[in-house]
């Protein structure tokens, strides 16, 4: 009778592929969703209430939505978590050049666009 050997061609003990990454425990999903509830609700509360007005109004607006950034990037897009996320992060950072480009670019439009 033959000996039968287990084959490892891209599947684990359990039977499964191993190129798939891990997508995050409910635990890491329930504190990325309270932070994120958090950090929408900062300046909501700050704004509505007139805590701060103008300049520090605009600094907290931008603040809390730059966390929320970093929050739904390392708990909901798991950038951390990748074999290789320097990749990602490299396809990231181009992707938000672009975008900062073309806000700029129409601010700088928009700011300057004189008729006559």
């Known amino acids: 009778m033959a000996e039968q050997h287990p084959q490892s061609h891209g599947r684990d003990a359990h ?3 191993d190129e798939h990454e891990s997508h ?5 999903y329930v504190i990325g969703f309270v932070l994120s509830l958090v950090l929408t609700a900062i300046p ?3 704004v509505l209430n007139d805590m701060v007005t103008g300049t520090a109004a605009n600094v907290v607006l931008l603040g809390t939505a730059v966390l929320q950034f970093v929050v739904q990037l ?6 951390k978590e990748e074999k290789k996320p320097r990749f990602n992060l490299l396809a990231l950072i181009l992707g938000l050049v672009i975008v900062m480009t073309i806000v700029a670019g129409s601010i700088w439009i928009m700011t300057y666009n004189s008729v006559g």
Request: a positive charge; proline letters at 0%.
């Open 74 to 79: 390392f708990f909901f897009m798991h950038l």
């Open 44 to 46: 909501l509360i700050v």
């Open 15 to 17: 039977g499964g592929h």
């Open 24 to 28: 995050g425990s409910l635990k890491s």
